[in-house]
């Protein structure tokens, strides 16, 4: 079974600096697909970026972007530019691709809690 | 734009009382899920379920069950709830295809039993 690790239960960062959340996972598989999600006080999670496994080039989606080391198994999330309403709890999650047994589950992390400093 | 919908959002139960929680999807999406989320331990799948008609346990099953007979309501029951249940619970969904498609979530209910 695929496992998917986040050790910083909690991180700070400066308003308008960068901060980076680490995300490990171990797997046998080599299709997946890997995602962060956004988990603010509203409880609503939220879809900030997502990686496939076979593209080696990393993603990005505007302030937010990942390092995604396929041999080492890691997916950190950085984001730049850190506002107000980047505080929330960050997941890592992992889909295996459609070839594989575990297809239709998505594991998660234990979530960084981000807080971030005016 | 719906998308899933939980209910209820909030719910008091006392030892061993019954209930169901229910979740709707109006995307047409073939997987759905439950989750639980509780500090420090993430979003734990409980049942998961690929298809009407279908369910399949998750990680931590004991104490829950499932029904999907309609493709777009998936339903979680605790039939004789215990403190250890209390928690946030989640209900998601998601496609088949494509592939990268990330789960849709529900606004999540939180459960305490007393």
């Known amino acids: 079974a695929q496992t998917v690790t986040q050790s910083q239960p909690e991180m700070s960062v400066q308003e308008a600096e960068t901060v980076t959340l680490s995300c490990t996972y171990d797997t046998s598989e080599s299709d997946y697909y890997l995602f962060w999600y956004k988990q603010p006080p509203s409880r609503q999670m939220i879809l900030v970026i997502r990686q496939e496994a076979y593209k080696q080039q990393n993603a990005t989606e505007n302030r937010f972007s990942v390092n995604f080391q396929k041999a080492a198994k890691s997916f950190s999330l950085k984001i730049s530019d850190s506002q107000l309403g980047d505080a929330a709890m960050y997941f890592c999650a992992y889909r295996s691709g459609r070839n594989s047994g575990g297809y239709q589950k998505v594991t998660f992390g234990t979530g960084t809690k981000l807080q971030v400093i005016p | 734009n719906a998308g899933v919908t939980q209910t209820p959002k909030f719910r008091v139960l006392k030892t061993g009382q019954s209930m169901t929680l229910l979740c709707a999807q109006d995307m047409n999406h073939e997987y759905m899920y439950w989750y639980r989320q509780d500090p420090g331990m993430g979003l734990r799948l409980i049942h998961y379920?690929?298809?009407?008609?279908?369910?399949a346990k998750g990680e931590v099953p004991d104490g829950y069950n499932v029904s999907r007979l309609k493709k777009q309501n998936f339903l979680l029951g605790l039939e004789s709830a215990a403190p250890s249940q209390t928690s946030v619970y989640f209900c998601?969904?998601?496609?088949?295809?494509?592939?990268?498609?990330?789960?849709?979530f529900g606004q999540g209910t939180r459960l305490t039993v007393v």
């Open positions: 379920s690929v298809g009407e008609g279908t369910t």
């Open positions: 998601a969904s998601s496609p088949y295809v494509p592939e990268n498609t990330e789960a849709f």
